[in-house]
C-alpha cells in the first residue's frame, strides 16, 4: 500500500510539471539518465555558463530603528584576580573547582597573589557563575573572560 502511494505522488508530481513543446525533447533526453550523469551535467553547465544550481541566498540588513543581535557569550574562562585576606578558603574552593590536588591548588592561589592566574577555560556559564560565587564566598576576586 504504501509503496503504491508512493508511486502515485511520483506521478502526480509528473503530471504537474507542464513542459512547454520546444522543451519536451530535452526534458525527455534527462528522463532517461542516471543520478551520476545528471550530477555530471549539472556540473558541466555550472563550469560552461559560470552560474551554480543552488537558490541564490539574500542577506537582510537590519532596518534603521533595530540593534543588530549582539551573540550572547556561552563559554567563560574563569581568572583568579586576587585571593583576598583567606588564603586557605580560596584554595579549598580552587581544588573544588578544578579537581587538583593540594600543592597545585596551593601554587595556583600563590601565583594569583602576584598576577591574575587563569584558573579554568571554556566553562559554560551556568557553571562559570557558581564558580564565581564560591570564590566570592572566600573572600577572592574572580573575573569572567
Known amino acids: 500500500m504504501v509503496e503504491e502511494k508512493k508511486e502515485e505522488s511520483k506521478e502526480e508530481k509528473k503530471k504537474e510539471v507542464k513542459v512547454p513543446e520546444k522543451?519536451?525533447?530535452?526534458?525527455?533526453?534527462?528522463?532517461?539518465?542516471?543520478?551520476?550523469d545528471l550530477a555530471e551535467l549539472v556540473k558541466i553547465l555550472e563550469e560552461k555558463f559560470g552560474v551554480s544550481a543552488q537558490a541564490p541566498v539574500m542577506a537582510v540588513a537590519p532596518s534603521a530603528g533595530?540593534?543588530?543581535?549582539?551573540?550572547?557569550?556561552s563559554v567563560f574562562n574563569v581568572e583568579l584576580k586576587s585571593i583576598g585576606s583567606q588564603k586557605i578558603e580560596v584554595i579549598k574552593v580552587v581544588?573544588?573547582?578544578?579537581?587538583k590536588g593540594l600543592k597545585d591548588a596551593k601554587d595556583l592561589v600563590d601565583a594569583a597573589a602576584s598576577a591574575p592566574q587563569m584558573?579554568?577555560?571554556n566553562v559554560k556559564k551556568e557553571e562559570a557563575e557558581e564558580m564565581k560565587k564560591k570564590f566570592e564566598a572566600a573572600?577572592?576576586?574572580v573575573e569572567l573572560k
Open 66 to 73: 533595530e540593534a543588530p543581535a549582539v551573540e550572547e557569550k
Open 23 to 36: 522543451f519536451k525533447k530535452l526534458v525527455e533526453e534527462i528522463e532517461k539518465m542516471s543520478v551520476l
Open 95 to 99: 581544588r573544588d573547582v578544578t579537581e
Open 139 to 141: 573572600g577572592a576576586q
Open 119 to 121: 584558573v579554568k577555560e
